[in-house]
């Protein structure tokens, strides 16, 4: 009977100290092209216990007992959790950031949250999809403070623009149009809606800081559709 509880105490002993051991791991930290990535931060996943990985993007990190989940981290790259054993390989992915909505101003561009005055972006998207005739009458209902009134229902007509309001009694009350950075001063009605990338609206003092008293009754920025490079070219046929 000593001899099975001595056994039996050994085997315990022996299971405990090898559940207690710290278990080495061996792996490759590699990108989507299979380029080694260097620096990368391995870390245990609920412990301090971390690592990077050396200029062949290989790594070497004692994992404790009971934790089995290693964490990869590099900047510009997602955040990825996988099983630790031995050989690993590991692909990171760039990491896709959401950008600030980009506003075109005067001076060049913006971001919306460090613009200071009141603008509004209608992209050439939503433009699209109303089909207008002119671009007047594609902002109809788009932007809060802009009315866009049509004196006639004639067909090809270009609506009024007003925004917030009649500013004058004797002089034009139309805003100012600036297509690609330049006062525009011919019909906008010839400009194709479909060739409209985004259109931002000016709608405060912040217009007649930046363009004078020419912008007293608001700005309307006109970005239109530029060539990318790299981008197969794409034909568009709209039959009535």
Same mark, same amino acid.
């Given at each position: 009977?000593?001899?099975?509880?001595?056994?039996?105490?050994?085997? +315990?002993?022996?299971?405990? +100290?090898?559940?207690?051991?710290?278990?080495?791991?061996?792996?490759?930290?590699?990108?989507?092209?299979?380029?080694?990535?260097?620096?990368?931060?391995?870390?245990?996943? !609920?412990?301090?216990? !971390?690592?990077?990985?050396?200029?062949?993007?290989?790594?070497?990190?004692? &994992?404790?007992?009971?934790?089995?989940?290693?964490?990869? %981290?590099?900047?510009?790259?997602?955040?990825?959790?996988?099983?630790?054993?031995? *050989?690993?390989?590991?692909?990171?992915?760039?990491?896709?950031?959401?950008?600030?909505?980009?506003?075109?101003?005067?001076?060049?561009?913006?971001?919306?949250? /460090?613009?200071? !005055?009141?603008?509004?972006?209608?992209?050439?998207?939503?433009?699209?999809?109303?089909?207008?005739?002119?671009?007047?009458?594609?902002?109809?209902?788009?932007?809060?403070? &802009?009315?866009?009134?049509?004196?006639? *229902?004639?067909?090809?007509?270009?609506?009024? +623009?007003?925004?917030?309001?009649?500013? %004058?009694?004797? %002089?034009?009350?139309?805003?100012?149009?600036?297509?690609?950075?330049?006062?525009?001063? !011919?019909?906008?009605?010839?400009?194709?809606? /479909?060739?409209?990338? /985004?259109?931002?609206?000016?709608?405060?003092?912040?217009?007649?800081?930046?363009? *004078?008293?020419?912008?007293?009754?608001?700005?309307?920025?006109?970005?239109?559709?530029?060539?990318? /490079?790299?981008?197969?070219?794409?034909?568009?046929?709209?039959?009535?």
């Amino acid at each position: 009977m000593k001899r099975v509880i001595l056994l039996f105490t050994a085997l +315990v002993l022996c299971i405990g +100290v090898a559940f207690g051991q710290e278990t080495t791991i061996n792996g490759t930290v590699v990108d989507e092209t299979g380029e080694t990535v260097i620096g990368a931060a391995v870390q245990v996943e !609920g412990t301090q216990v !971390g690592t990077i990985t050396d200029i062949d993007g290989n790594f070497t990190i004692k &994992v404790p007992a009971g934790k089995k989940i290693l964490v990869f %981290s590099y900047v510009g790259m997602a955040t990825i959790k996988q099983e630790a054993k031995n *050989g690993m390989k590991v692909v990171m992915t760039a990491e896709a950031t959401q950008i600030d909505e980009v506003m075109v101003v005067a001076y060049g561009t913006s971001t919306k949250k /460090s613009f200071a !005055g009141s603008a509004t972006v209608v992209k050439g998207e939503t433009l699209e999809k109303k089909n207008p005739s002119d671009v007047t009458k594609a902002l109809a209902g788009e932007i809060a403070g &802009v009315q866009v009134v049509s004196s006639t *229902g004639q067909p090809g007509t270009t609506a009024s +623009v007003r925004i917030r309001g009649i500013g %004058s009694v004797n %002089s034009s009350t139309s805003p100012l149009y600036v297509v690609d950075g330049i006062p525009f001063d !011919g019909d906008i009605s010839g400009i194709d809606p /479909s060739d409209i990338a /985004s259109t931002t609206v000016l709608k405060d003092a912040t217009a007649t800081s930046l363009y *004078g008293s020419r912008g007293a009754n608001g700005v309307i920025l006109i970005t239109t559709k530029k060539g990318t /490079s790299g981008e197969f070219g794409k034909i568009d046929i709209d039959v009535k």
